[in-house]
């Protein structure tokens, strides 16, 4: 640390954005690429967890991404194991070794009190050099809802106060709070954010797309058919242009390479993830339903390098802003997964300008 930097409290290695920036906005012209890292299940071990950032930095992805969870329950594709590593403790972790990718949530559910939550984003924010954002939604179950003190039945509740309280505690001073379920006054938090720091919200459903448009700044579904994807689009694009707001896209699909196609191709259950998302009932399935790998386009992509070019090149080309890779089906392969992609499969879709 420079002299200069050390009088100042500042590490040169952690670059702030400034304070008109927003993470992934400005980081490149055309579509963004993140990882989700794995600190969930057998795979997550705190070398990996905490790992993961530098290799995703080196490789040459834009963002990492963390889901979350206070009583995690595996999907089939994930095993038994119950380690599921706290979302933003994981994300501090990974900054603290990074300089420039930035770190996200997606996406965080309401299991806290909205000034903890205020104080914690705005606390990596400030450690990260503002390079965060902050991927929203509601959850499901009531176990973990009631088990950090809240009713399912008020979830809704619960995320618009707050993203209100967000919004006020990080741009002002002394402010206060009077809603339904929370209910302050005379509130300052420090530090505030480094920069701005943009709220997305999660989901696949039609609501989920109406929430992010009348509360947040992006929409980021997680595996949906392309069939849905491309309605939901088009419903957020009039929502967006009735409202004069730019809403981020963003997407988060399976995904699994190797160099050998039917290695890449094997053990994928298409039933299992046809019906892998609770809100697949709301899914707009492709003629014929899901049948072969092939019909999982926007849910699952696996293949070549090459092949996953052109599939995320065709999933791109719905006007995307960024792609998460999400390597839950090769997660013991985690590093390879990553060094292929970002040696190959990167490179390749941002020569085309995608």
Same mark, same amino acid.
């Given at each position: 640390?420079?002299?200069?930097?050390?009088?100042?409290?500042? $590490?040169?290695?952690?670059?702030?954005?400034?304070?008109?920036?927003? !993470?992934?906005?400005?980081?490149?012209?055309?579509?963004?690429?993140?990882? *989700?890292? !794995?600190?969930?299940?057998?795979?997550?071990? !705190?070398?990996?967890?905490?790992?993961?950032? #530098? *290799?995703?930095?080196?490789?040459?992805?834009?963002?990492?991404?963390?889901?979350?969870? *206070?009583?995690?329950?595996?999907? =089939?594709?994930?095993?038994?194991?119950?380690?599921?590593?706290?979302?933003?403790?994981?994300?501090?972790?990974?900054?603290?070794?990074?300089?420039?990718?930035?770190?996200?949530?997606?996406?965080?559910?309401?299991?806290?009190?909205?000034?903890?939550?205020?104080?914690?984003?705005?606390?990596?924010?400030?450690?990260?050099? =503002?390079?965060?954002?902050?991927?929203?939604?509601?959850?499901?179950?009531?176990? #973990?809802?009631?088990?950090?003190?809240?009713?399912?039945? @008020?979830?809704?509740?619960?995320?618009? /106060?707050?993203?209100?309280?967000?919004?006020?505690?990080?741009?002002?001073? $002394?402010?206060?709070?009077?809603?339904?379920?929370?209910?302050?006054?005379?509130?300052?938090?420090?530090?505030?954010?480094?920069?701005?720091?943009?709220?997305?919200?999660?989901?696949?459903?039609?609501?989920?797309?109406?929430?992010?448009? /009348?509360?947040? #700044?992006?929409?980021?579904?997680?595996?949906?058919?392309?069939?849905?994807?491309?309605?939901?689009?088009?419903?957020? @694009?009039?929502?967006?242009?009735?409202?004069?707001?730019?809403?981020?896209?963003?997407?988060?699909?399976?995904?699994?390479?190797?160099?050998?196609?039917?290695?890449?191709?094997?053990?994928?259950?298409?039933?299992?993830?046809?019906?892998?998302?609770?809100?697949?009932?709301?899914?707009?399935?492709?003629?014929?339903?899901?049948?072969?790998?092939?019909?999982?386009?926007?849910?699952?992509?696996?293949?070549?390098? @090459?092949?996953?070019?052109?599939?995320?090149?065709?999933?791109?080309?719905?006007?995307?802003?960024?792609?998460?890779? $999400?390597?839950?089906?090769?997660?013991? /392969?985690?590093?390879?997964? *990553?060094?292929?992609?970002?040696?190959?499969?990167?490179?390749?879709?941002?020569?085309?300008?995608?």
């Amino acid at each position: 640390m420079t002299t200069a930097a050390a009088a100042a409290g500042k $590490d040169p290695h952690t670059p702030a954005l400034g304070a008109a920036a927003t !993470p992934l906005r400005e980081r490149r012209e055309g579509t963004t690429y993140g990882v *989700l890292v !794995p600190h969930f299940g057998q795979a997550a071990t !705190p070398a990996r967890v905490l790992g993961s950032g #530098e *290799l995703a930095e080196q490789a040459g992805f834009d963002a990492v991404w963390v889901r979350d969870h *206070l009583l995690w329950e595996p999907h =089939g594709m994930e095993g038994d194991d119950r380690t599921f590593v706290e979302s933003l403790t994981v994300l501090a972790g990974i900054a603290a070794r990074t300089s420039h990718i930035v770190l996200g949530t997606a996406v965080l559910i309401p299991i806290r009190w909205p000034l903890k939550l205020a104080q914690d984003l705005a606390s990596l924010s400030f450690l990260a050099g =503002g390079r965060v954002v902050a991927g929203m939604g509601l959850g499901s179950g009531q176990a #973990e809802l009631g088990a950090a003190g809240f009713r399912r039945s @008020d979830r809704k509740r619960i995320f618009v /106060e707050t993203v209100e309280i967000l919004n006020k505690v990080w741009s002002g001073d $002394d402010v206060e709070h009077h809603g339904r379920l929370f209910d302050f006054e005379h509130v300052t938090i420090e530090p505030k954010p480094t920069c701005h720091l943009p709220l997305w919200y999660g989901g696949t459903t039609e609501v989920s797309v109406r929430n992010a448009v /009348e509360h947040c #700044e992006g929409w980021m579904p997680g595996r949906v058919p392309l069939a849905t994807l491309r309605a939901r689009l088009d419903l957020l @694009d009039d929502l967006a242009s009735a409202s004069g707001k730019r809403i981020a896209k963003a997407i988060v699909p399976l995904v699994k390479v190797d160099r050998n196609r039917a290695r890449a191709r094997a053990g994928i259950d298409v039933a299992a993830l046809g019906a892998s998302s609770e809100a697949a009932k709301t899914w707009i399935l492709p003629p014929g339903g899901l049948n072969t790998i092939d019909d999982l386009g926007g849910i699952a992509y696996a293949g070549t390098p @090459d092949e996953i070019v052109e599939h995320i090149a065709t999933l791109v080309g719905h006007g995307l802003d960024h792609v998460v890779f $999400d390597f839950r089906l090769q997660d013991q /392969e985690f590093e390879r997964a *990553l060094e292929l992609v970002g040696t190959e499969v990167l490179p390749a879709l941002r020569k085309r300008g995608t």
